[in-house]
């Protein structure tokens, strides 16, 4: 009789760890940093864009959204952070959680009103968000739209259409700027066609067109 015998081979599939980023912050905006020259953006929670504005209760507008990115400079500028490392967003930027001094960075901007919990992708900050809006802590104090609304208000002309051609050419008083994604202008630059702006595949494309690159 033929014996026959099978041999099952097993395979044991290894994930790469999430890679941690550490050194000194560099703060672009109120949840955005620069961590070591690497672009981080903090994962589950939301900050204002630079330009939004809000209203007191007296209806007086003010810069919220640079008073933001000011004041948490102020906190975090110059000090060492280490992120763990979540996800990478479609701009090329590393989503981590980040700890200084040993403290949640997250929640502690949450805490302080300084952010809002972004629970389409965490709740991990909504107690957080909670105590500051009863206490009116920072922005719980004044009128303000929700960045994620303010941002999809402005939106047109600032996401790629075709993900394979996603640097944007600007034309500023400065000349013709090519925008690469992840740097500090990128998110915020619109391509209006009609002013003869246009999107890009390669930096090639661009160069040979007469683009130069953005300084930042």
Same mark, same amino acid.
């Given at each position: 009789?033929?014996?026959?015998?099978?041999?099952?081979?097993?395979?044991?599939?290894?994930?790469?760890? &999430?890679?941690?980023?550490?050194?000194? #912050?560099?703060?672009?905006? @109120?949840?955005? %940093? !620069?961590?070591?020259?690497? $672009?981080? /953006?903090?994962?589950?929670?939301?900050?204002?864009?630079?330009?939004?504005?809000?209203?007191?209760?007296?209806?007086? &507008?003010?810069?919220?959204?640079?008073? #933001?990115?000011?004041?948490? @400079?102020?906190? %975090? !500028?110059?000090?060492?952070? $280490?992120? /763990?490392?979540?996800?990478?967003?479609?701009?090329?930027?590393?989503?981590?959680?980040?700890?200084?001094?040993?403290?949640?960075?997250?929640?502690?901007?949450?805490?302080?009103?300084?952010?809002?919990?972004?629970?389409?992708?965490?709740?991990?900050?909504?107690?957080?968000?909670?105590?500051?809006?009863?206490?009116?802590?920072?922005?719980?104090?004044?009128?303000?739209?929700?960045?994620?609304?303010?941002?999809?208000?402005?939106?047109?002309?600032?996401?790629?259409?075709?993900?394979?051609?996603?640097?944007?050419?600007?034309?500023?008083?400065?000349?013709?700027?090519?925008?690469?994604?992840?740097?500090?202008?990128?998110?915020?630059?619109?391509?209006?066609?009609?002013?003869?702006?246009?999107?890009?595949?390669?930096?090639?494309?661009?160069?040979?067109?007469?683009?130069?690159?953005?300084?930042?």
């Amino acid at each position: 009789m033929l014996k026959v015998c099978l041999v099952i081979l097993s395979f044991v599939i290894v994930l790469p760890a &999430s890679a941690d980023v550490m050194g000194r #912050v560099r703060v672009i905006d @109120g949840d955005t %940093f !620069d961590v070591a020259g690497v $672009r981080v /953006r903090l994962h589950g929670i939301d900050a204002l864009e630079d330009k939004q504005t809000c209203q007191t209760e007296q209806g007086t &507008s003010w810069a919220c959204g640079a008073w #933001v990115t000011s004041t948490v @400079g102020t906190l %975090f !500028d110059g000090k060492r952070a $280490r992120c /763990r490392e979540v996800n990478v967003d479609r701009y090329g930027r590393v989503v981590a959680r980040c700890s200084i001094d040993g403290r949640d960075v997250g929640q502690q901007l949450v805490s302080r009103g300084l952010a809002f919990a972004y629970r389409k992708y965490s709740m991990a900050y909504d107690l957080d968000e909670k105590g500051a809006a009863v206490n009116d802590r920072g922005l719980h104090a004044s009128r303000v739209q929700d960045p994620a609304q303010y941002r999809a208000t402005r939106a047109k002309g600032r996401i790629p259409p075709d993900r394979t051609c996603a640097i944007k050419g600007n034309i500023t008083k400065s000349g013709q700027i090519y925008h690469m994604p992840g740097q500090r202008d990128y998110e915020r630059t619109g391509i209006n066609l009609n002013k003869g702006e246009r999107w890009f595949c390669s930096e090639q494309d661009a160069r040979a067109s007469g683009w130069r690159k953005a300084r930042r």
